[in-house]
């Protein structure tokens, strides 16, 4: 196909910005579907991206990507959407970095007969997109916060929690969950606000990211060095507190769960580096994604409402009462390098 000034202008940001990975459709019937995730370096995302594409090769759609920088780069992802809509895309995937600060390009976008799915991640309000196919993000916390309740074995908790950043819906109902399980009173999964209690004697935003991860439970124990009990946002997180404890002679008084079920992750749970992990699915997400797109495009129905695309706790020291499996399940499972 002969290409148009405009998918030359087009072509050249895709290049500068490295934002896309491919481009429109080389057939006037052929579905195009776009996925934007909150980064390109995340395993989780990889992966997410690596679905999508298998699957819209197996459909016969053709699939365009972007990512922001970092979370939280929700400028990064409005630019993304425009051009995705500029370029014809009738359906966008999208794990918000910015769940709020996203919802008036959504709503732009939307009113030019584009549907947009959310992946992994609820925008605020969640019914700003039209569908959610998602972890539930406030199970895969009660259940890593009942683990560690048995696991702590009825000693006294000093718990620190490496979240996400303010305000974030995942961030905060993998939080309220954690401390619902380990039997604290927590706010419900429609709240975008973190709990408290004298329990948690640090609190620190992590970014999911593990340098960040790092440095914030550095700062956790120079505030308490006490600290027996860690939640963490992902894997990363708990990669990061792990080194920050180790380098204090810490690692091995302290209990540390976490959310993911990545490769990577789940060969720490394997180490006894992470007691417990809560196991999350993005390629499924992804090819739910790619197929809502497909039919969109057919015959113009458009998805709607929640999808849980499951969850499961990953343990090698299993907890009486507590429903899990073991490292070489969650290896089955697990994304990113196996």
Not at 193 to 210: P, Y
Not at 215 to 231: G, H, S
Request: hydrophobic fraction near 40%.
């Amino acid at each position: 196909m002969r290409k148009t000034p405009l998918m030359t202008c087009l072509a050249a940001a895709m290049a500068l910005t490295g934002a896309f990975a491919s481009t429109t459709a080389t057939a006037a019937d052929q579905p195009v579907i776009g996925l934007i995730t909150k980064t390109e370096t995340n395993p989780f995302f990889v992966k997410m991206k690596e679905g999508a594409q298998a699957a819209a090769k197996a459909k016969g759609a053709k699939l365009m990507t972007a990512a922001g920088k970092a979370d939280g780069d929700n400028a990064g992802q409005v630019t993304a959407i425009e051009n995705m809509v500029a370029a014809g895309v009738k359906t966008i995937l999208i794990t918000p970095s910015d769940s709020k600060a996203i919802v008036p390009t959504i709503k732009k976008a939307q009113e030019k007969g584009v549907m947009f799915v959310a992946l992994d991640s609820p925008a605020d309000p969640p019914d700003a997109t039209d569908a959610l196919f998602a972890t539930d993000n406030y199970k895969a916390g009660v259940l890593i916060g009942q683990y560690a309740k048995v696991a702590m074995a009825g000693k006294p908790a000093k718990i620190a929690t490496l979240d996400l950043f303010p305000g974030h819906p995942v961030g905060a109902q993998r939080h309220n969950g954690f401390m619902s399980g380990f039997g604290l009173q927590a706010l419900d999964a429609k709240s975008n606000e973190l709990s408290k209690s004298a329990e948690i004697v640090c609190m620190a935003d992590s970014f999911g990211d593990q340098a960040k991860g790092q440095t914030a439970m550095e700062n956790c124990l120079q505030k308490n060095p006490d600290i027996n009990l860690v939640y963490t946002i992902n894997e990363p997180a708990a990669a990061g507190a792990y080194q920050a404890l180790k380098a204090a002679g810490k690692e091995k008084g302290v209990v540390i769960v976490s959310v993911d079920g990545g490769c990577a992750g789940i060969k720490n749970v394997k180490a006894g580096v992470i007691a417990a992990t809560s196991q999350q699915y993005p390629l499924k997400m992804a090819a739910m994604g790619v197929e809502a797109g497909i039919a969109y495009a057919k015959d113009g129905k458009k998805v709607k409402g929640y999808t849980d695309t499951g969850v499961t706790l990953i343990s090698d020291k299993p907890m009486k009462g507590v429903d899990s499996k073991d490292t070489k399940v969650g290896t089955d499972l697990c994304w990113g390098n196996k």
